[in-house]
Every structure is written in structure tokens, then in C-alpha cells.
């Protein structure tokens, strides 16, 4: 074809494409990360004896997922784009030239294998060669990376995790170096929060538009559930500038694919005790000619939950770990006895590619997966659970509700509580217990359609389409909440375009457009305190620049219980209820405001929440390979990430966290890699990287319409008789209505002062790492990565103490507000070694130190004052050393031995002598007292005649331990958890038979928290921490492991054994 | 470089080492410091002059007072409990207003010393808090005992007897400005409205005699008092039940701009007096000045013996909003005015100032007179 036609047909499809994209992106709702999901074969055929290159030679790389043919060109100089993920056998012939061969070409997402030949002229026989790089995919030493990163791929999946079937997605991912399982068991990598990570699986973006339900400190959208993985690639800090929005890393998930010839893999499993079924089942093919390939996976699973030794009750394990999901709930989610009790799974995946047009160059991939988890909540059972709204003492509302412990109800409580307290959705009084108990449905939807063209021989141009729909359900009574349907979409188009330029160049360039819809109904009937408490308080943050109101000038118990005067609350009693409360409080002002307009009685209303914003993120990126010459290699390329809040425009009424409608940001990248030698490789990268922030973090806006039974009440402030004035943004308004008047108390309830505070916005992180990687004679391999990242303006959620739960002493925070006056600094270092052998000892052993400071303390959670002190803090969560050791002994009579070890230097934890905290409207450093902190918490005390001032207390007594000086300076002891594989097949058979025992060692007891049972001033007075728990009731209780300042509580999951059978063809 | 075959076996062995442990490994050394040797406990009587009726009627009783310190000056105890043995002479009389089980003993306990009158902090909705018991900590008795803490959340911090003990419900002594440091904001948010006098006084005849003041120091709150119980002792003679004379009602002339003159008469025998005047909390309004005095505020005059007048300052109220101090008393304020004299340095071994372990607080006769005024009353013009 000559070479103008050739060019004009190449524009025509490349116009047709970008049409096609533009059309996409138009009707579509949604779009995600750049990312082919293929590798690329390069290299130059030279001749052996003058080393001149060799045209016209035809290149073949061949495996299970298909054939790849391309020719030399006149240098000599071949590509192969778009080529699947596996490992292939490569060959070269040409007319008069001896041919050759090699295998172990392996082709990794993103990857660029080099392989140069050398043929000789009129030799008959085949020449196999080794391949320079014949490393295995997932070794540590990958020379021709050019951009810092960690694969594990098939059988290294395997021994990782022990078995093949292990959905365990946090099993994996702590395997690989710069992953670490932080307290709460969420994967962090280097130390960055999960929401600034980016996690793709098969090219989709797999996280959603808001926090997960499960686990709210991340958002991912399978549940961590794996199921069709062929590989994980793992891009720690800066990586490269074809993906964005990747903040401190990004996961990337592979797909398997149909291969030739067809396969099956079936997976049964049992375990007792607790109770595990598991059904597995794998089915792969692809036609001879490779052009139609398909993968279908399917995994069932059924688990029980068992936490604590066997037998062990819920009540008295305590809580586990910290999870900022509990803040400004009034009781602790995290506690076991609410912990998940059990999990369903149905989880399908398929992934069909058809491979068409005049020598296989062009393709398209349907991929779907569709995953669906039940989970019932209430691990110590709902029998006797009663609703948040009241019930337990049989018409009277719970202590946890209304006044102090053990003190009787007054009829004014009992009436509140009875007839004011909004009711949850099925309940018939305030009294009812769960009919039910809590649990979460999840429901996970992802397809993709991609098209990849070959345009020349040089150039491949991808164009990608997918949605992924998030809906979670999840029913809380005993805490008044329910959210459905919670999650959101993502709809993705992109377009990628990869061209070899001559021998030295790779250019990429992309274009990627995601929407972003956030789902986030949620309904709360536990908010009605905006309508008991004084509105004075409520409104406290938006009138003093955001400061919540000190401990002491807030009601320790929210509760309905007194009458406090311009709180709504005795307007909406009836004349004969108000006589109830007369006689109880000498009330002066009008009763019942409400009945004269709705006669009859009126409850609070149920808070319903919305979205705030959708958003459009997009990105472009250019990039370009560059080989020098067989030693250096870089990276260079430009990367622009960027992103939209769509929000609705009402001036009277802005969302309640106020964000930055439009951001963007040019990240350059840059990667040099250098191998001095075939056995060792030197890598240094730079990165900066944008971590877009979650539609969510704009919050959600309180429902109008929730109020609009009282749109037409006049608005109402019974301390003045007159209308109330604390409407609008800055609370200074007249309100329109008694409708206007709820809903304004409820969202400055909800945001405080938020919605005036600076605007909200992504933070940037600068990354820089420097590898060396070492291949020993033997396979093996070694990688040792030192890095360092710094985040700028990290959004942080602050919260203040506003009150404490009786019934378990742990502090209630005030609403939430964020920040992006967080900072982030993190140093450390990377291990990895591997070593693979299909017969004998293979390992993986990945090691990570981490130093990591930021603004969170641990064990509590973050105030405003420490973060406008700009203290840092030992990032709480994390573990400064993580090690994750694999390795499996493998016999040639089919036993395959596999213990793995995940091993953690322990977590910090500590109250700290020090804490900040607003005095006198000056945010400080002082010593953390029970004047400035609940004092079921406080590590000291002061002297109540003289107590000091708030910078310099006198500190009269402690808790007998010795406090380092700021939050999280004790190290918790190290802790390893080692579960072992044995499984065997006998040789040529189809069938295994495996056991897998984990924790072997039993080990349960978790990290150190805080006793707030430990309330006793032992240096002077209480000699020895036996007090007891003043909070503690049925439920709650945790007896036992009480009697230090720090309980520690035996609720891991313990010693268990799984039994499977797999057949596989 | 040759294998590294070794490296899995020695990483396993280390990761397999540091496995197992239990609950007292993990937890953090604890040691606890033994209040009875660490401490010093003080105590002394004297005769108490209670004027009440505008001065007209005139009761003796028991005035007492104890300090129980650290070394650094500071409460030796945050939770104790406390129990007066009298001469046995003496016997506690009964009195409604009193769990009355030291009613004919010569004995007074927590039973008395829990006053249920001195206005404990509500919960914010009308509701009071659970209520700290009485100890004895610093400077003089109180419901200061941190046992409430659990409970309520947050400190218990000093509230006043309504003095006297046993009697009608009378009047509450806080140290407050200008004679004692200023009351910062964030302490008066929390209800700490002034310091510890030291003294209380008990309305009921005192006999002459050794009194004996013992303090046991319980291992846990919901532990009771028996003979194994860690004790602190100290006791102290009645020499001389000559009482101080009465100390007339102070008369208040308000100034016009927040403060003004306190007309006093110091009793004779006393060394010292003080001044009280207590400003009543107003209505809500936006006069900045009201608006500063959210919580009823203390303020307290040192009174020479010779002194005929006292001067409170104009400007010793809570910051307003602009930072500047409010008026003393604001316009329409209600007030009262009334005042302790005393033969012994009740001043000087008050805090914040005075840090000692072992601070005077009895006369060179071993006493603790003490001889306290009623009350007069106005609203700040």
C-alpha cells in the first residue's frame, strides 16, 4: 500500500476515533484512569557476524493468550503494541537466515520488554537463546522497568497467599513492599491515606465516589474481595504520567485472560469452627487462532466470623483497632459485639477479547464483573438489642438516651421519649427492640468495552468505555441510622495513543474523562439533639470562627431530658404534655407552639441526607520511553489531572462543606534507570501527583423536604417569643418558617461553621525513590527501595469532644470538618526478595520501614486545635516496620509446603502527655488534663482547688503509667501471624487436596487502647488500676483485661483450619 | 554474590520470635506512689463565730480546717475518704438536711460532709450531675473526690461548702479576684468559680478536746474503709473555746462603674479578714457586659485588721467579647456582699499562691478561730 494512502487511512480511523470518543463523552454520564491494559515487545534484529540490522524479519511472540507477528523494519528495528499480559516465546526468521528462538518474555501491564537477536546467515539449525531479561514476571530485578514498581503475578499469587481461591485482596497487597496493614486492617501504601491511592482492576477505576460502609476510612469498591486476578502491579509514589489521580500509589489489578487451549479450575472449601464454605470455579479458552478468548470466574463464598478465643463472648472483646467510622455516632461501631458476623459472596467476572482485521491488529475487550456481599452485622447478636431511639427498660427510654446512669426516668424523660423521638423505619415505639439486627449489602457492577488498533506497524491506539455502579445498603437500628442506596457511578472514556518513534523512543499520550455521581441517602433519626440542646450551642462554632464550645459549656449526655428554653423541643409537645413537663420544669415560656397550627402530636423529624456534588474528573498525559543505549533508560513525561464539582447553585442555601469547584495541576514525572550490568539495576524516580478529593468530602446536604410538614408554621423562638434569628450561613438570618428554623438547626448541628471555612481542595504529593535491584546467579533477586514523599495540603477531618457515651466512656465528637491544612511526610525504605522455583524453595520476602509524621494522633481523633497548631504526630496508624515472609517447598511428588508469615514492629498508641486544644481562643500545646479532655481518658488529673490555667494546669495525679510526650510515642509489642498451606497432588492427576491453617500461632490479642474504665488518679490516692468500669453495662461490659491504664483485648480472629479439594484441566 | 539462601530461614526464625505474648505484655509499666508516705496531713480547730439574722442572731460552732499536700504543694489525694473523730464529749446532733447517721456519734464522716447544698453543675439540661464525694484535699474539705469523674465526664473541680455545716444552708467562701489570681475563662466555663477558704465551719458546739482527723486512701472507688485501708492521721487540741467576737454585716456602696466600697468592721482577735462579694448571674441580654458574666461570679477583698473600708475594683469581670474586662458588676446585676475574719493565716495558706507541704494554718495557741458575717444584698445600680 503506498505510504500517502497508508497515511490518509490511518487519519480517516484516527478521526473516526476521536469522534467516537467525543460522542462518548457527550452521552455518557461518566469515564478513568489511562491504562491499555497491554505491554509492549521491542528490540533490533542485527546480523551475528557484521552486526548489520536486518529488515524483513518476521517476529512472533507466542503464548496461551495469543500470537503477535510483526517485521523488521529497515534498521533492523521492530515493535509489538498491545500485546496481553503472559509470557511468550519469542521467534525470529527470515529467508537464509538460521532462525531463533526464546522464551520467558515476560510482558507486563505498561511494560516495554526489549529483546534484541542476532541471526546468522545460511545456519540451518535453531538457535535458542536465553533471554537477557528472562527474569519471571514477578521478580524483584525487572531491567527493563522504567518506572519503580512491584508485580506479583500467578504462582507467586499463590504462595502469597497461600492457595489459589484466597479472595483475601489485604493478604495480597501486605505481600508487596510500600503496602502496609495499618491498625484498622486497611492497606495504606507508603503511608498514605487509602482515599489517596489509586486502585484500578483491569484498567477500571475500583474505588468509589464515596467511603466504603464497611470500612470508612477507604473506598474500595470489591469489598477487597479477589476473584479473576491474573497479577497485581503495584506503582508506590510518583510512578509514571500515563495514570492520574494515583496521590501516594496505585494498585493495578490484572485480569485474567482466555488462553489456548481451554482450561478449568474448580475450588471447594470447608472450614468448622468457625463455619466456611467456598466454591470456586474458573473456566478458560480461546479458539486455535487466538482471535476469540474468554475468562469466566466465579467465587462463592460463605464465612462465619469468629473473634476472640473460641467461645468468647461479644461482649467482653472490646473494641477493635481504630476507625474513624465511629465519629460523631453514638456508640462505637468498632466495637466487636456490632462487627460483621458473618459474609455471603457471589462474585462473576468475564473477560472476552476478539481479536480481528488483517493480522490480528486490531481487538476488542468485554469485561464485566458483577459481586455481591451480604453481610449481617450484630456479631454478639440482636436478640435483646433495642433500638437507638429507646426501648430496654420497658417504656421508658435508655440510659444511653436519657440522663444519668441508674437514676430513674421522670415522666418529662419518659415523655420525651416516648412521644418526640422520631421513630426508625418499622419501629412502633420508642420501647421496641430490633426486629432485625444491622447489616450491609453490597453490590458492585463494572463493565468495560475496550477497542485497540494497531494503526501501523509503529502505533497503537486504544479507546476505552466503562461504568462501575457501587450500591451499598446498610441498616443500623440500634444506632438510628440507615443509608441506601450509598456509592455511586463512575463512567470512564479515555484514549490512549502508543507509537514507537525509531529504536530509542516510546511516546505515549492519553485522554481520560471521568464522571463521578455520588449515592448517599442516608437517614438519621438520632439527630434530633439539634432540637433539645440550646441552639446557642449549636450555633457556638459558626459565631466564634469555627471553635467548637470548650468541654464543660456542653451537655456531657445529649439527651431530651430537661428543657432548655429556645430549644424546639416543648414546641412540639401537646397542651397535656406541657403539663407533664410544668410540673417537672418551672417553665415560663409558651408550650406547645406547634399544635395550634398541626393539632396533634408531632415528632421530631428524621434527618435525611443527599449528596452535595457530582463531579467531572479528566486528565491528559505525554510521555516518552527513552532508550539511550542498553544501560540507560528514562522516562520523561508531563501529566495534567483535574477535576469539577458540579453543585447545585442555591446562594441562600451552599452546600455545608464548602469546595473548590475547579482544580488542576501539572504533574511532571521522571524516571532514569540504569543497568551497569546484566545483574543489577539502578532506578531513581520523581513523581507529583494530585489526589483528587471524593465527591463525599463535600459532604451531604440536609434534605429540605424533610421539614416540609412545618413549611407553613411561622418561624418560632420560644426563649423570646418572637422568630427565631438564627437562620442562614452565619446563623444571623430571620427564619422564614418553622420548617426553615429545623432545618437550619439540623445542618449547623450536622456542619457547624464548615460551610464558612476556607474551600476544600485535592492535596499534591511530591515522591522521590531510588532502587537498586540485584539478580543473584541463582534466580533469585533482590530490591531495595529508599523514598521519600511529602503531601501538601492533605485534607483532614477534625472533630471536637462535645460530649462522652455513658455507657462505654468513650468521647462523642462534634460534626466533622475538613481541612486542607494537613501535612503529610513520610521516609523509608523497601525490601524485596524473590526467589521462584516450579520444583524446590521459592520466596517472597517484602519488607517495609516506615517513618511516616502527619497531623492524626492516634487513638482519638484529629482536633481543630492540633491541626491549626500544625502538630505532627507519629502517623497512628501505621506500623514503622512491616515484613511479609512467603515461601513454599515444593516437591516433585506433588506436596506443596507453604507457611507465610506477616510479621509488624507494633503499633503506635498512647494518649501523650501533650495535646492541643483551644485556650482562650489561641490554639495550644498543653498537658492533656481532665480539664481539657474527657476524663475517662485523660493521662492526668488536676487539683480541683487548684486546677491551674488551660496552658499550665497543675497536674496533681496520673493514670501511674509514664506518658511519652506526644500521642502515639508507645510502641505496641510486635505481633506475627503465620499461616501455613499443605497441600498435595499427585503427580498427572486433576485433583488436589489442600488444608490451610491460619494463625497458627492462635495469637488474638490486639493493640493497646486506652481503658476509659481506668478513670482512677493512681499516683496519689487509687494506688492500683482496679476500679471499677462506672460506664459498664451489659453489652458493653469488659470485664477481664481491665485493670491497666491501656486494655488489651484477645478479639482477633483465631486459630482456624480451612480443608479444599480443587480439580483442574 | 552467591545466593542468598539463607536469608528466608533467619527472617523466618526472627518473625516466629517475636510471636505468642499476653495481656500483661503488652501493657505499659505501671507504678503508683503511696499517698500515706508521700503526703503530709495537717489539721486544726478552732471556734467558729457564725453571724446570720443581719447579724442580730449569733451561733458558736466547730471550725476546721486541714491540709493534705504533696511535696509540691499540690493535693495529696484526689480520692479519699475522710472521718473526724471528736472528743468524746461531743456528739454530732441530727439535721434533716442530712444523711443522719453521725447524728449521736462523735463522729463526723462523708455522711456529713456531703453537703447536698452547695449547687452542683447540671448536665446542661436541668439535670445534675453525679454528684463527687467529700475528701480531704489541699486546703480544707470538699466535694471534690474524683470518683465522679467517670461518670460526668469531666473534672470535678472545687465547689464551696454552703457553710455552715449542719445548719441552715448558708453562705459559699470562693477565693476570687483581686485578692486571689483571676478566674480564667476556660476555668469559669467549667463551674470553677474561685479557691478554698480552707476553712468549715459545723454548727454545733465544740468542746474542748483532741480532735483526730483520719483520711484513708481506698484502692478503688467502689472499695469501702476498713482497718487494712492505707490511712493518713493528724490530730489537733481545743485549747480554748473563746470565740472570736461577730463580724457585722459589710455594707456595699456601689460606685457607678462595676465596683465600689465595702464598709466593714473587722471583729477583734482576728489577724485578717476577707471580703466576698458574689454577683449574680443576669438574664440573657446583649449588653456586652452581661453577656461576659455567663456564670456567677466571686470576688474577694483582703482586709486588713485595722480596715474600716475595702475597695472592690471596677473591672475585674470575665473578658468581653472584644478582650477587654468586663465590669465588675454590671448594671442590674444582683449582689451580695459578706465576710470571714480569722485569727490564723487563712490567707497566706490558700492557693494558688501558697505551694508548701506543710503551710501555717492555726495560731500560735494551735487554734483555727474563725468568725464569719450574714449577708447583705443589692442589685448594681
Not at chain 1, 420548617?739 to 445542618?747: H, N, V
Not at chain 1, 511519652?964 to 498435595?984: F, K, N
Request: glycine residues 10%; aromatic residues 10%.
Amino acid at each position: 500500500m503506498p505510504a500517502t494512502s497508508s497515511l490518509c487511512e490511518t487519519l480517516k480511523k484516527t478521526a473516526a476515533f476521536v469522534l467516537a470518543l467525543i460522542l462518548a463523552l457527550c452521552f455518557a454520564r461518566h469515564a478513568g484512569l489511562a491504562q491499555t491494559g497491554t505491554g509492549v515487545i521491542r528490540g533490533t534484529v542485527t546480523e551475528a557476524k557484521t552486526k548489520a540490522p536486518l529488515a524483513d524479519v518476521r517476529v512472533v511472540a507466542s503464548s496461551g493468550s495469543g500470537t503477535y507477528r510483526v517485521q523488521t523494519n529497515a534498521r533492523g528495528e521492530y515493535t509489538m503494541l498491545g500485546v496481553l499480559p503472559d509470557t511468550y516465546v519469542l521467534s525470529f526468521t527470515r529467508e537464509n537466515y538460521g532462525p531463533v528462538s526464546t522464551a520467558g518474555i515476560t510482558v507486563l501491564v505498561g511494560t516495554v520488554q526489549v529483546f534484541d537477536a542476532a541471526m546468522t546467515l545460511n545456519l540451518r539449525t535453531i538457535v535458542s537463546i536465553r533471554s537477557k531479561t528472562h527474569t519471571s514476571a514477578g521478580s524483584a530485578f525487572q531491567p527493563n522497568m522504567t518506572t519503580d514498581n512491584y508485580t506479583v503475578t500467578g504462582n507467586q499469587i499463590t504462595m502469597v497467599q497461600g492457595k489459589q481461591f484466597n479472595p483475601d485482596e489485604n493478604q495480597l497487597l501486605r505481600s508487596i513492599p510500600s503496602v502496609t496493614i495499618d491498625k484498622s486492617g486497611t492497606v495504606s501504601i507508603r503511608g498514605g491515606f487509602a482515599f489517596e491511592a489509586g486502585y484500578e482492576f483491569e484498567g477500571i477505576d475500583y474505588t468509589t465516589p464515596t467511603p466504603n460502609l464497611q470500612n470508612t476510612l477507604q473506598n474500595i469498591g470489591n469489598f477487597n474481595l479477589l476473584n479473576g486476578v491474573g497479577s497485581v502491579q503495584l506503582i508506590p509514589g510518583g510512578g509514571d504520567a500515563t495514570h492520574g489521580n494515583t496521590g501516594t500509589g496505585l494498585v493495578i489489578l490484572t485480569a485474567k485472560h482466555g488462553t489456548y487451549p481451554a482450561s478449568y479450575h474448580l475450588d471447594l472449601e470447608a472450614g468448622y469452627q468457625p463455619e466456611h464454605h467456598q466454591l470456586g470455579a474458573e473456566w478458560s479458552w480461546a479458539n486455535k487462532s487466538g482471535r476469540l478468548s474468554n475468562y469466566f470466574g466465579y467465587l462463592g463464598v460463605n464465612e462465619q466470623f469468629q473473634y476472640g478465643y473460641r467461645g468468647m463472648a461479644a461482649n467482653v472483646l472490646g473494641s477493635r483497632g481504630t476507625n474513624a467510622a465511629s465519629l460523631g455516632s453514638l456508640i462505637d461501631p468498632n466495637l466487636v459485639y456490632y462487627s460483621p458476623m458473618n459474609l455471603h459472596s457471589n462474585d462473576f467476572v468475564d473477560n472476552l477479547i476478539y481479536r480481528f482485521g488483517r493480522n490480528n491488529h486490531e481487538y476488542l475487550q468485554l469485561f464485566g464483573q458483577s459481586q455481591a456481599v451480604n453481610q449481617t452485622l450484630d456479631y454478639g447478636g440482636s436478640e435483646n438489642l433495642f433500638y437507638s431511639s429507646g426501648g430496654g427498660l420497658q417504656g421508658q427510654c435508655s440510659q444511653s438516651i436519657v440522663g444519668i446512669i441508674d437514676a430513674p426516668n421522670t415522666p418529662a424523660q419518659d415523655l420525651a421519649c416516648q412521644s418526640l423521638i422520631p421513630l426508625y423505619p418499622a419501629q412502633k415505639t420508642t420501647s421496641s427492640y430490633v426486629g432485625q439486627p444491622d447489616h450491609l449489602n453490597n453490590s458492585w457492577k463494572t463493565f468495560k468495552v475496550q477497542y485497540g488498533n494497531n494503526l501501523n506497524s509503529n502505533t497503537l491506539l486504544t479507546l476505552k468505555f466503562y461504568r462501575a455502579f457501587a450500591k451499598q445498603d446498610q441498616q443500623l437500628p440500634a444506632f438510628g441510622i440507615f443509608a441506601s442506596p450509598y456509592g455511586g457511578t463512575r463512567t470512564n472514556g479515555s484514549l490512549d495513543v502508543t507509537s514507537a518513534i525509531g529504536s530509542k523512543h516510546l511516546i505515549k499520550a492519553g485522554l481520560t474523562y471521568t464522571f463521578s455521581q455520588p449515592q448517599g441517602e442516608r437517614f438519621d433519626v438520632t439527630s434530633y439533639t439539634a432540637f433539645t440542646a440550646d441552639p446557642a450551642f449549636i450555633v457556638y462554632p459558626l459565631l466564634h470562627n469555627g471553635q467548637a464550645p470548650p468541654i464543660g459549656t456542653t451537655p456531657p449526655n445529649f439527651n431530651p431530658a430537661g428543657f432548655i428554653p429556645g430549644a424546639p423541643e416543648i414546641d412540639f409537645l401537646t397542651p397535656q404534655q406541657c403539663a407533664v413537663y410544668q410540673q417537672q420544669f418551672a417553665i415560663s415560656q409558651k408550650c406547645g407552639y406547634l399544635y395550634s397550627y398541626l393539632p396533634g402530636a408531632q415528632r421530631f423529624p428524621a434527618e435525611r441526607d443527599l449528596p452535595t456534588a457530582s463531579q467531572q474528573v479528566y486528565g491528559a498525559y505525554l510521555q516518552d520511553d527513552v532508550t539511550f543505549n542498553s544501560r540507560w533508560r528514562s522516562e520523561i513525561g508531563i501529566r495534567l489531572d483535574g477535576y469539577n464539582f458540579i453543585v447545585p447553585q442555591d446562594p441562600s442555601n451552599p452546600p455545608g462543606i464548602n469546595g473548590l469547584q475547579h482544580q488542576r495541576l501539572y504533574e511532571p514525572h521522571l524516571n532514569i534507570t540504569y543497568a551497569p550490568d546484566a545483574q543489577d539495576v539502578i532506578r531513581a524516580g520523581y513523581g507529583r501527583t494530585l489526589s483528587i478529593p471524593l465527591p463525599s468530602q463535600l459532604g451531604a446536604n440536609v434534605e429540605r423536604n424533610s421539614y416540609a410538614a412545618f413549611a407553613n408554621v411561622p418561624s418560632f423562638n420560644n426563649a423570646t417569643g418572637l422568630p427565631a434569628t438564627y437562620c442562614g450561613v452565619r446563623a444571623n438570618q430571620l427564619c422564614t418558617s418553622y420548617a426553615d428554623q429545623l432545618y437550619w438547626l439540623t445542618r449547623d448541628y450536622h456542619f457547624g461553621g464548615q460551610a464558612l471555612s476556607a474551600a476544600l481542595y485535592g492535596a499534591t504529593f511530591t515522591n522521590y525513590d531510588l532502587s537498586w535491584a540485584h539478580q543473584f546467579r541463582d534466580g533469585a533477586a533482590i530490591k531495595v527501595t529508599p523514598f521519600y514523599r511529602q503531601g501538601y495540603n492533605v485534607i483532614e477531618q477534625t472533630a471536637q469532644i462535645v460530649g462522652f457515651n455513658t455507657q462505654t466512656g468513650l468521647p462523642i465528637y462534634g460534626d466533622q470538618s475538613y481541612s486542607n491544612l494537613g501535612q503529610q511526610k513520610a521516609t523509608g525504605v523497601e525490601f524485596l526478595y524473590t526467589k521462584e522455583r516450579a520444583i524446590g524453595l521459592s520466596a517472597q520476602i517484602g519488607a517495609t520501614y516506615i517513618n511516616q509524621f502527619g497531623n492524626e494522633p492516634p487513638g482519638t481523633y484529629l482536633t481543630p486545635a492540633a491541626l491549626a497548631a500544625g502538630e505532627l504526630y507519629r502517623s497512628p496508624d501505621l506500623s514503622p516496620f512491616q515484613l511479609n515472609i512467603a515461601f513454599q517447598q515444593q516437591t516433585r511428588t506433588g506436596w506443596r509446603i507453604n507457611p507465610v508469615i506477616a510479621l509488624n514492629a507494633g503499633y503506635p498508641y498512647g494518649a501523650g502527655y501533650y495535646t492541643a486544644i483551644y485556650c482562650n481562643g489561641h490554639a495550644v500545646l498543653v498537658p492533656t488534663t481532665d480539664l481539657n479532655s474527657i476524663f475517662s481518658t485523660a493521662p492526668n488529673y488536676v487539683d480541683p482547688q487548684n486546677p491551674g490555667t488551660c496552658t499550665n494546669p497543675n497536674i496533681a495525679a496520673g493514670r501511674g503509667n509514664k506518658e511519652p510526650a506526644l500521642p502515639g510515642g508507645l510502641l505496641s509489642s510486635p505481633q506475627a501471624q503465620i499461616d501455613v498451606t499443605v497441600e498435595y497432588q499427585h503427580p498427572g492427576t486433576p485433583s488436589l487436596f489442600g488444608m490451610q491453617i491460619k494463625n497458627l500461632l492462635n495469637r488474638v490479642w490486639n493493640v493497646p487502647i486506652q481503658n476509659t474504665c481506668y478513670g482512677v488518679p493512681v499516683v496519689t490516692g487509687v494506688s492500683s488500676g482496679t476500679s471499677p468500669c462506672t460506664f459498664s453495662q451489659p453489652q458493653y461490659g469488659n470485664s477481664g483485661w481491665t485493670g491497666y491504664p491501656y486494655a488489651v483485648y484477645p478479639n482477633q480472629q483465631p486459630l482456624t483450619f480451612y480443608f479444599y479439594y480443587q480439580v483442574r484441566r | 554474590m552467591t545466593s542468598a539462601r539463607y536469608i528466608v530461614p533467619a527472617i523466618a526464625a526472627i518473625a516466629i520470635a517475636g510471636c505468642g505474648g499476653s495481656n500483661a505484655a503488652y501493657q505499659p509499666t505501671v507504678s503508683a506512689v503511696s499517698p500515706v508516705g508521700s503526703n503530709k496531713l495537717q489539721f486544726a480547730v478552732g471556734i467558729a463565730t457564725i453571724a446570720s439574722n443581719g447579724g442580730g442572731t449569733i451561733t458558736y460552732g466547730l471550725n476546721t480546717v486541714e491540709t493534705l499536700r504533696q511535696k509540691n504543694g499540690l493535693s495529696g489525694s484526689l480520692f479519699n475518704v475522710p472521718i473526724i473523730t471528736l472528743p468524746t464529749t461531743m456528739t454530732v446532733p441530727g439535721n434533716p438536711l442530712y444523711i443522719d447517721n453521725d447524728a449521736g456519734t462523735n463522729r463526723i464522716t462523708q455522711n456529713t460532709l456531703n453537703e447536698p447544698n452547695i449547687g452542683l453543675p447540671t448536665n446542661g439540661t436541668g439535670v445534675p450531675l453525679a454528684n463527687p464525694t467529700a475528701g480531704a484535699f489541699g486546703y480544707g474539705f470538699c466535694e471534690c473526690n474524683s470518683n465522679s469523674g467517670p461518670i460526668n465526664g469531666f473534672a470535678p473541680l472545687f465547689i464551696a461548702y454552703a457553710l455552715p455545716l449542719i445548719g441552715q444552708p448558708g453562705l459559699q467562701y470562693f477565693g476570687g479576684p483581686p485578692a486571689f489570681a483571676p478566674i480564667s475563662p476556660d476555668l469559669a466555663a467549667q463551674n470553677f468559680s474561685g479557691y478554698s477558704i480552707g476553712f468549715t465551719d459545723i454548727a454545733m458546739p465544740a468542746a474542748l478536746g483532741s480532735y483526730r482527723l483520719d483520711v484513708a486512701f481506698p484502692p478503688s472507688y467502689g472499695t469501702s474503709v476498713n482497718s487494712d485501708t492505707p490511712t493518713l492521721s493528724a490530730t489537733t487540741q481545743l485549747v480554748s473555746t473563746q470565740p472570736l467576737a461577730a463580724f457585722a454585716t459589710p455594707a456595699f456602696t456601689a460606685d457607678g462603674n462595676g465596683g465600689g466600697t465595702i464598709g466593714i468592721a473587722v471583729p477583734a482577735g482576728a489577724t485578717e479578714a476577707l471580703v466576698f462579694v458574689k454577683v449574680l448571674t443576669a438574664a440573657p441580654s446583649q449588653d456586652p457586659c452581661t453577656a461576659a458574666h455567663s456564670t456567677t461570679q466571686y470576688f474577694t477583698v483582703n482586709v486588713a485588721p485595722n480596715s474600716t473600708t475595702a475597695t472592690l475594683p471596677d473591672s475585674l469581670g470575665q473578658p468581653m467579647s472584644d478582650g477587654k474586662a468586663a465590669r465588675t458588676i454590671c448594671s442590674g446585676e444582683s449582689y451580695e456582699v459578706y465576710a470571714a475574719a480569722f485569727d490564723y493565716p487563712a490567707f497566706e495558706a490558700s492557693y494558688p499562691a501558697n505551694l508548701q507541704q506543710t503551710p501555717v494554718i492555726s495560731a500560735a495557741s494551735g487554734q483555727a478561730d474563725v468568725s464569719t458575717s450574714d449577708v447583705a444584698g443589692g442589685q448594681y445600680p
